[in-house]
């Protein structure tokens, strides 16, 4: 089992739609959950980070962690062209303090 | 400015010789990482050092090397043990506020002849 898994995709939407990525973690005691924004050819960015169970808002995007679960999510509303991309799940181990990422889920916002 | 410099961005290596990859930030952080991606794929972990002269293995270590003799510098050295060198490898660093936010550098890109 891989320790960080996401849906490769590609998903696509229609531009005003909601995106949802999902990613699942298989450590247990991890405690930090990181969604990176990448465009092809250029080096990730941070877009959104959380520690707590429940939601986290930022502009348009929201990430949503369950614990119990393993799952964390991120959600984009109203999309745009611009938010095409692929988007990196990482997840911090706080025993060995590496961060580690998922394969990564490719997302097509269609005008 | 503040930033994270890579280099060179493309780089050619012949079979058999080792390549050097630099890595130097100048945002003061403590921790800095090395990761590998491959087409179509997530970044996985070579190496990391969260102080000066001190660096821990990742999950790909093997075929590689580092050094952390300065705060600001973190080169890579892929060797020729490396059986499948060709790649877009990423740096990054992190100030450790916010454990786990990672800055990247704009990468390298070494493509193995």
């Known amino acids: 089992q891989k320790e960080v898994e996401q849906n490769s995709g590609p998903l696509s939407v229609p531009e005003g739609a909601i995106a949802s990525l999902n990613c699942t973690y298989s450590?247990?005691?991890?405690?930090?959950f990181f969604w990176y924004r990448q465009y092809s050819g250029k080096s990730p960015e941070l877009i959104m980070f959380i520690y707590s169970n429940g939601d986290k808002e930022d502009g348009r995007f929201t990430a949503q962690l369950n614990k119990a679960s393993q799952y964390v999510s991120l959600l984009i509303r109203d999309s745009q062209p611009s938010d095409s991309a692929t988007y990196l799940c990482a997840v911090m181990k706080t025993s060995y303090d590496k961060v580690i990422f998922g394969p990564g889920t490719s997302l097509s916002v269609i005008p | 400015d503040g930033g994270i410099t890579q280099s060179p961005k493309y780089l050619f290596r012949k079979e058999g010789q080792n390549v050097t990859l630099s890595c130097e930030q100048n945002l003061n952080h403590d921790a800095m990482y090395w990761y590998r991606q491959d087409p179509g794929q997530g970044l996985r972990l070579i190496y990391y050092s969260q102080i000066v002269n001190d660096f821990q293995k990742g999950d790909i270590a093997e075929g590689y090397s580092v050094s952390r003799e300065k705060k600001e510098s973190f080169p890579l050295t892929v060797t020729s043990a490396q059986k499948n060198p060709t790649a877009f490898y990423l740096c990054?660093?992190?100030?450790?506020?916010?454990?786990?936010?990672?800055?990247f550098g704009e990468g390298s890109r070494l493509t193995v002849l």
């Open positions: 990054a660093s992190s100030p450790g506020l916010v454990a786990g936010e990672l800055f």
């Open positions: 450590d247990r005691g991890s405690q930090s």
